[in-house]
């Protein structure tokens, strides 16, 4: 990869990562919704400029007011983003309009598609997509408005495939939108020439595919409401399922006594799909502990309150209610210290170094004493060793050792053993956290320190010194190729490595940007 293309891949990750996923779909969907704007005063799109405008008002306010009230009510805290996520995405795929009845249906949708988030909610977790809920609701009953999905016009496919492309790049969900619309458009052309045949008619496959890629709403759908994470089961595969589920049902419109199985509406099939998948809600963790485990990383244990289930290296996302939360809000994804078998001692760990502007969450979590509740609202990733006993390759910078010693510890438990090796990246020896741990597993471990650890165990080495790149994990780990690689750190390690890690087996990574 070309230096300058690193150096910007690099400055755009971390601007990505200095956002919150609210706050970035929600500058992505402004964006694109002043784009729909000036589109409208030159007659481009359908809907009207003060239609838009109206509309966007009205929706605004109702979901914004509906909950303020409820979270009032449960004594949540209110993340104006997540209303006007919300209102954005119904405006653009329900009919804007000014009359009295569009402006009533509109409100009525807006309304429906905050309360379901509450109620209609699995332990603290919605089931539905609120906006796919409130649309498909007021389209069915026919009360005002109905879903137009004027989103889907080829002026503005440009525009929604680069906003979409960085949403799906900051939460990674860009496979699973591949594979929803892949089987999306195949099905909508399959369906095309099945109809064409049946009538006779003679079958145009570049017609055919231009309609279901620039004139449909795929992608607007897959990149900003199928790839909603509180929605989504919290494994790959199963993510790939039901983002196939949705494609084939938003590509082929089933006809259901007399109600059309449209795109918001397959989004709600896919949505049960998924709640089936992960039919398991927020559990309730009681802080027993916290410690420093390095100068500027502290560890924090919880005892868990009810059934949590998570696989060595998974993450959790953890919530921390407190008055006036930033941009970023309340919640923030941690990798889990702890393995499996520890269960119901369960740990994390987090830099806790000197900011001078720490986030509202990281004063909020630094506040949190001994016996204080919060709660995780669930477990995902993939980043999982593979079955078998393939030979495995960890590499980890600073306190994104976390999801390795769950591993290594799991492995300990369990019994197993494994050819390991943990390439382990720090600034200083005694920012190595995890020691101790890490050094009754037996795994192998080579430490790139500036300066030489005191007393390391028998089976660690000290790299010398110098900076790792990827000329010396090839020296350190000539059998690269023949094992599965595995990288937790931030995103200019990974791109500093990417020469040499694409040699392994096989690579997994898990890149972060503090919290």
Same mark, same amino acid.
């Given at each position: @990869?070309?230096?300058?293309?690193?150096?910007?891949?690099?400055?755009?990750?971390?601007?990505?990562?200095?956002?919150? @996923?609210?706050?970035?779909?929600?500058?992505?969907?402004?964006?694109?919704?002043? *784009?729909?704007?000036?589109?409208?005063?030159? &007659?481009?799109?359908?809907?009207?400029? #003060? /239609?838009?405008? *109206?509309?966007?008002?009205?929706?605004?306010?109702?979901?914004?007011?509906?909950?303020? &009230?409820?979270?009032?009510?449960?004594?949540?805290?209110?993340?104006?983003?997540?209303?006007?996520?919300?209102?954005?995405?119904?405006?653009?795929?329900?009919?804007?309009?000014?009359? %009295?009845? !569009?402006?009533?249906?509109?409100?009525?949708?807006?309304?429906?598609?905050?309360?379901?988030?509450?109620?209609?909610?699995?332990?603290?977790?919605?089931?539905?997509?609120?906006?796919?809920?409130?649309?498909?609701?007021?389209?069915?009953?026919?009360?005002?408005?109905?879903?137009?999905?004027?989103?889907?016009? %080829?002026?503005?496919?440009?525009?929604?495939?680069?906003?979409?492309?960085?949403?799906?790049?900051?939460?990674?969900?860009?496979?699973?939108?591949?594979?929803?619309?892949?089987?999306?458009?195949?099905?909508?052309?399959?369906?095309?020439?099945?109809?064409?045949?049946?009538?006779?008619?003679?079958?145009?496959?570049?017609?055919?595919?231009?309609?279901?890629?620039?004139?449909?709403?795929?992608?607007?759908?897959?990149?900003? @409401?199928?790839?909603?994470?509180?929605?989504?089961?919290?494994?790959?595969?199963?993510?790939?399922?039901?983002?196939?589920?949705?494609?084939?049902?938003?590509?082929?419109?089933?006809?259901?006594?007399?109600?059309?199985?449209?795109?918001?509406?397959?989004?709600?099939?896919?949505?049960?799909?998924?709640?089936?998948?992960?039919?398991?809600?927020?559990?309730? #963790?009681?802080?027993?502990? =916290?410690?420093?485990?390095?100068? !500027?990383?502290?560890?924090?244990?919880?005892?868990?309150?009810?059934?949590? $289930?998570?696989?060595?290296?998974?993450?959790?996302?953890?919530?921390?209610?407190?008055?006036?939360?930033?941009?970023?809000?309340?919640?923030?994804?941690?990798?889990?210290?702890?393995?499996?078998?520890?269960?119901?001692?369960?740990?994390?760990?987090? $830099?806790?170094?000197?900011?001078?502007?720490?986030?509202?969450?990281?004063?909020?979590?630094?506040?949190?004493?001994?016996?204080?509740?919060?709660?995780?609202?669930?477990?995902?990733?993939?980043?999982? #060793?593979?079955?078998?006993?393939?030979?495995?390759?960890?590499?980890?910078?600073?306190?994104?050792?976390?999801?390795?010693?769950?591993?290594?510890?799991?492995?300990?438990?369990?019994?197993?053993?494994? /050819?390991?090796?943990?390439?382990? *990246?720090?600034?200083?020896?005694?920012?190595?956290?995890?020691?101790?741990?890490?050094?009754?597993?037996?795994?192998?471990?080579?430490?790139?320190?500036?300066?030489?650890?005191?007393?390391?165990?028998?089976?660690?080495?000290?790299?010398?010194?110098?900076?790792?790149?990827?000329?010396?994990? /090839?020296?350190?780990?000539?059998?690269?190729?023949? =094992?599965?690689?595995?990288?937790?750190?931030? %995103?200019?390690?990974?791109?500093?490595?990417?020469?040499?890690?694409? $040699?392994?087996?096989?690579?997994? !990574?898990?890149?972060?940007?503090?919290?």
């Amino acid at each position: @990869m070309p230096t300058s293309l690193t150096a910007a891949r690099q400055r755009v990750l971390a601007v990505l990562g200095a956002l919150s @996923m609210y706050r970035l779909v929600l500058f992505s969907l402004i964006a694109l919704a002043v *784009v729909a704007l000036g589109l409208s005063f030159f &007659g481009l799109v359908s809907p009207a400029p #003060l /239609d838009i405008v *109206v509309s966007f008002a009205v929706l605004g306010a109702v979901i914004s007011a509906v909950d303020a &009230g409820a979270q009032r009510i449960l004594r949540l805290p209110w993340r104006i983003e997540s209303s006007l996520v919300t209102a954005l995405i119904l405006l653009f795929v329900l009919q804007p309009g000014i009359e %009295p009845a !569009t402006i009533g249906g509109l409100a009525l949708a807006g309304a429906l598609a905050s309360v379901s988030k509450y109620l209609i909610a699995w332990r603290g977790r919605h089931i539905f997509n609120p906006a796919a809920f409130g649309a498909a609701v007021v389209t069915i009953v026919g009360i005002g408005t109905f879903s137009a999905w004027w989103v889907g016009t %080829p002026l503005l496919f440009a525009p929604v495939a680069v906003f979409g492309l960085v949403v799906l790049w900051r939460t990674e969900k860009m496979r699973v939108v591949l594979v929803f619309l892949v089987v999306a458009i195949a099905v909508s052309t399959l369906r095309q020439f099945v109809q064409t045949s049946q009538g006779g008619l003679p079958f145009d496959l570049a017609q055919s595919l231009s309609f279901a890629v620039l004139q449909s709403p795929y992608l607007f759908l897959g990149a900003f @409401m199928l790839s909603e994470p509180l929605t989504l089961p919290p494994r790959r595969w199963q993510q790939l399922c039901v983002a196939a589920v949705v494609g084939v049902l938003a590509g082929w419109p089933l006809l259901i006594g007399g109600v059309t199985l449209g795109q918001e509406r397959a989004l709600l099939i896919g949505n049960l799909v998924a709640f089936a998948f992960a039919l398991r809600g927020s559990v309730r #963790l009681t802080l027993v502990s =916290r410690e420093f485990v390095t100068p !500027t990383a502290q560890e924090l244990t919880f005892r868990a309150q009810g059934r949590l $289930k998570f696989l060595p290296g998974q993450y959790l996302e953890l919530d921390v209610p407190h008055r006036r939360p930033d941009a970023r809000g309340t919640r923030r994804e941690f990798s889990i210290v702890s393995a499996p078998g520890d269960l119901p001692t369960l740990r994390i760990a987090y $830099k806790d170094g000197d900011q001078k502007h720490p986030s509202s969450y990281k004063r909020a979590l630094a506040a949190a004493a001994p016996g204080a509740t919060l709660a995780v609202t669930g477990t995902w990733g993939d980043f999982v #060793l593979p079955r078998g006993d393939a030979p495995v390759l960890m590499v980890a910078a600073g306190i994104g050792v976390t999801p390795f010693v769950s591993q290594l510890r799991q492995l300990q438990i369990a019994g197993e053993t494994r /050819d390991v090796v943990l390439v382990y *990246v720090a600034a200083e020896a005694s920012e190595l956290a995890f020691r101790d741990e890490l050094a009754a597993t037996g795994a192998r471990v080579v430490v790139f320190t500036r300066d030489e650890p005191a007393r390391l165990p028998a089976h660690w080495t000290w790299a010398g010194g110098v900076r790792l790149d990827a000329e010396g994990l /090839d020296r350190e780990v000539p059998d690269l190729h023949s =094992r599965h690689a595995f990288i937790s750190g931030p %995103p200019r390690l990974i791109a500093d490595l990417a020469p040499a890690l694409q $040699k392994a087996r096989s690579l997994t !990574t898990d890149a972060f940007a503090g919290y």
